[in-house]
């Protein structure tokens, strides 16, 4: 099972600043399979980046990811108020698929 | 417009069963992998197992917490994805969402692109 560790655990940001979110694999993952969502308080999570960094449709281009191998990042250029959730990252590639234990980006 | 509707959650004693389904529509059932999620309550999410489309094989696989008590299956003539929990554990309590995607290049796999309200499941003496 390929084991996703998101860090950090809570990210305390200004609106306007910059996120950078990173997320780490137990053993190497194709980048076609590595994906980024968001979720808010009391919604569905949402899908933002698959592909490792490609986006989904209608998500911002302040949403950005990066990463191959075993290590990855979703980076937010400058922060929005409605940017404030949790984010998790996923592997979709491998059986069993896993996700991180999520980020939550807080407002400082 | 996709739309994925689940329901049969509600409160079971440990060691019973629960089946839960989830109806889709608004595109081509039966070309779709589709996955159960789950979310605790105040924790993360957990992808509980999938089963690939018919014309895939409609093979399935499952976590390893969950591995031999739930059984995925599908009827694509109702366009209704199906999870058969057995000997549910208070652990097993959670908020269970299905899911599906659009397959990518590179990949067999789609990620997520779709999701449903979910429907909670509560494993309560």
């Known amino acids: 099972e390929i084991v996703l560790t998101q860090s950090p655990g809570t990210l305390s940001l200004s609106p306007g600043e910059r996120a950078t979110l990173s997320c780490r694999a137990s053993?190497?993952?194709?980048?076609?399979?590595l994906a980024w969502y968001q979720q808010k308080p009391g919604q569905t999570p949402r899908l933002l980046i698959y592909?490792?960094?490609s986006r989904a449709t209608g998500i911002p281009d302040r949403f950005s990811g990066s990463g191959s191998g075993t290590d990855f990042t979703l980076t937010i250029s400058r922060l929005e108020p409605e940017d404030f959730a949790v984010y998790y990252c996923?592997?979709?590639?491998?059986?069993?698929?896993?996700f991180g234990g999520g980020t939550k980006v807080e407002i400082k | 417009e996709v739309q994925l509707a689940e329901s049969g959650g509600g409160l079971v004693k440990p060691g019973e069963s629960l089946r839960l389904s989830c109806v889709g529509s608004?595109?081509?059932?039966?070309?779709?992998?589709m996955s159960w999620v789950r979310q605790a309550p105040g924790k993360g999410l957990e992808w509980v197992g999938r089963?690939?489309?018919?014309?895939?094989?409609?093979?399935?696989d499952y976590a390893a917490p969950v591995k031999g008590r739930i059984t995925i299956s599908r009827d694509d003539s109702k366009n209704t994805l199906y999870l058969q929990m057995s000997s549910l554990k208070t652990e097993d309590t959670a908020v269970y969402y299905c899911?599906?995607?659009?397959?990518?290049?590179?990949?067999?796999?789609?990620?997520?692109?779709?999701w449903g309200q979910g429907t909670l499941v509560t494993v309560s003496s």
């Open positions: 089963i690939k489309s018919t014309t895939d094989g409609g093979t399935t």
């Open positions: 608004g595109f081509t059932f039966s070309h779709a992998w």
């Open positions: 899911s599906t995607g659009s397959r990518r290049s590179g990949t067999m796999s789609p990620p997520f692109d779709y």
């Open positions: 996923q592997q979709f590639g491998s059986s069993p698929l896993t």
């Open positions: 053993q190497s993952v194709s980048s076609s399979s």
């Open positions: 592909g490792a960094s």
